[in-house]
């Protein structure tokens, strides 16, 4: 039932009409909207999308008609509260706004209010909630369900029980319609799938299986089984980190929090690109080639790499060309000197052309920065070593490569007692040691500093950087460095 006539009281209004209003305010506290003439409602922050918006007003105008649902209704105290969650919005499935309702066995739309190491809180409508225990979170067991799911997210659930005058209710999310072994691998054509995601939306996965080029995954909370992809240059927004990921993850492992990138032929596209799924939550974005603006700063990744520029691919399909000339700081020689297929990058748009549908790109770093590049740097040194972290927890629990525990103690910073092998021709360095077994341990000359070594010497040295597909470690023994480390 959608109301849409002009005079109502809020008598009039049920919990679990869908209505349409206008918006009137955006706040800290979530959105004010219009549904009728002295008839307002609040759609809390949490509600405003299906993923968590930073920056609402991106996304919303004043004056703007949305479609909500009212998740609460109290006519005497005029208190009216609305979710814009598609996903509940667009719900089939039965409203749950009272305890008596709850029968074992229903299945219906309910969103995460906490996640804990017990097991997920669930809401639905007039603040009904319940308990899914950590043994009902999924056919798999799951070790930390915050890592897992997160606030706001939408999710379908079934009654295992309830006592209506207790007001407790008992959920599950392993549902009984789940389908058996044979089709939960079976991937459906896009005709026969239901298309229930917008791009920016968030899910979290399960890897069925490894190929050379991606992963292919289910989603976990759809009740379908739908298969997705992950190209394996989709596992980071850094190409190094996303092929260690690759050959780090193995069939069965869980990804949580992955983004639904597009739909193309018969596979969805997913990415765990940070940075990329942080401009599509913000509305970094462009939606299509009439919103681009010269100057824009755009969020996007390298489609392909010609000898005169890089083709750049942004979220919603827009793809852009940055010429040579654009390309880097750095006189371009050799294109593929610069860039890869795959690598994250922030382009600046600096022309258009509406007739060909063209867009031409800046790459240059100089030229692409929002104004505090000092932060913006911190912020992905950052990332790349959590993510750098990530992986080695990986491996600490795997146990996947002979070198793993060699290689999970050796991080950036860390000192590490060394024998000195060999010193090449070039000036470099060879090294050996217990902390380093198995690995080839190089320093450069100039990581040598003013240190005359030989072979068979005991040096200290700082971890530069660890190639961990390459059984590679980087070390420097220079002084300003050592001294930084105890």
Known sequence: QIIE???LQYQDIHTGDVVKGKVLSLKPIGM???VADGIRGLVPSLHLSDVILKQPEKKYNIGDEVKCRVL?????????ILTLKKSLVQSKLPVLSNYEDAKPGLITHGFVVCAREFGCIVKFYNDV??????NELGSEPISCPDKVFYEGQVLKVMVLKCEPQQERLLLSFRLSSEPGPEDKWKCTPKEKQEVKYQIGEIVDVKILKKKDNGLEVSILEDEDSVVAWIPTLHLSDFVATSKLLWHCLQEGDVLPRVMYLSDKGQHIILSRKSAVISAVQEEQVVRSFSEIQPGMLLTGYVRNVMPFGVFVEFPFGVTGLAPKVSMSDKFVTDTKDHFVVGQ?????????DEEKQRVLLNLKVSECSSGDSAAESFALLNQYFK????????????KRFKWMPSVCELVPGKGVHLVVQDVREDGSALFSGSSVTGLTVTATRYHLGDKNIAAGEKRKALVLHVDALASKVYVSLRGELLKQRP
């Open 129 to 134: 909630k319940g308990l899914v225990p950590k």
């Open 387 to 398: 993510e750098l972290k990530e992986i080695r927890d990986l491996l600490r629990r795997g």
């Open 32 to 34: 004010q909207v219009k």
């Open 344 to 352: 994250t990058v922030i382009a600046k748009v600096m022309s258009i």
């Open 5 to 7: 006539a002009q005079f």
């Open 72 to 80: 609460e209704c109290n006519p005497g105290g005029k208190k009216l």
